[in-house]
């Protein structure tokens, strides 16, 4: 049997599906059986995600986020995509304390969380056509029982 298990879920980019989504990853991982450390940084990192889809990505107008996740042996990776209005210069978004939108009194922090959080992240953006956010993270729990 496989050691890989994959999912794929698509929602409205409405903030009261960022809990869920934080909530579906967790327990997809479940089955590694993570530290709450581990769930905890995980559950940062997809709520940053969603949030900057749904605040930059749609600037709060409807659209789709498709988050999918894969189990490989005991690595998580997760994409997270929308189809928004892109990231004009990836670097200077990826900055800490940089945001876009100071009038809503953002830290400018969530990229900075996601690459704390997770052991890679990869932005890929296209003005006009929307973001993909890439991440992965080793459960270290898993690994030891390996």
Known sequence: MSETNEITLEFDSKSKNESF???VV???VSSLD??????ADI??????????CIIHGYENEEGKITLKCKLDKNKLFIEIMDK??????????????Y???????RSGMGFAFMEAFM??????STPGAGTTILMEKEIQSAASKS
């Open 43 to 52: 559950k940062t990192a997809v709520s940053e995600a969603v949030t900057n």
């Open 119 to 124: 052991d890679k992240l990869e932005v890929l």
């Open 21 to 23: 989504a934080r909530m």
């Open 99 to 105: 945001t876009s939108k100071p009038e809503l009194e």
């Open 34 to 39: 993570p530290t709450i450390e581990e769930i």
């Open 84 to 97: 928004g209005k892109g990231i004009e210069n990836i670097k200077q978004a990826m900055e800490p304390l």
């Open 26 to 28: 967790a327990a997809f």
